[in-house]
């Protein structure tokens, strides 16, 4: 039997395989009981793009929590608007095996808000 976390990697391994064959960056999402990391992944090359998350200095000094809605949206916010910066529009929402709402959908509604596509 299958622990929580193989289960959610086993759902991640489905998304990749697909994300593969659309051949565009993927945009990785992660989160911990205390943090949110967002990663713009050129699988081709297997080249982290632009990557945000709590942990950066800025974010440290604006969030409170690096675990609520509020983080997510500024991380989303955040990689948006690295990726434009960077000429990229058009990405694969990769959310790692992570059930669609909560933290994770803050973070892709913000993210489609500041100008990404997906």
């Known amino acids: 039997m299958l622990n929580l976390k193989?289960?959610?990697?086993?759902?991640?391994?489905?998304?990749?395989k697909k994300i593969a064959q659309?051949?565009?960056?993927r945009l990785s999402v992660h989160r911990t009981n205390l943090h949110i990391y967002a990663q713009l992944i050129d699988d081709n090359k297997n080249k982290v793009i632009t990557s945000a998350?709590?942990?950066?200095?800025?974010?440290?000094?604006?969030?409170?929590?690096?675990?609520?809605k509020l983080a997510a949206s500024y991380v989303g916010k955040t990689i948006a608007e690295r990726a434009k910066q960077m000429g990229v529009d058009h990405i694969a929402f990769d959310r790692s095996g992570?059930?669609?709402?909560?933290?994770?959908?803050?973070?892709?509604e913000a993210a489609r808000e500041n100008g990404l596509k997906f």
Do not use: C, M, P, V
């Open 98 to 108: 992570f059930k669609y709402h909560g933290r994770i959908k803050a973070l892709a």
């Open 53 to 68: 998350s709590t942990l950066d200095e800025q974010a440290k000094k604006i969030l409170t929590s690096g675990s609520n």
């Open 22 to 25: 659309l051949n565009t960056l």
């Open 6 to 16: 193989e289960k959610r990697i086993k759902r991640s391994l489905k998304t990749r």
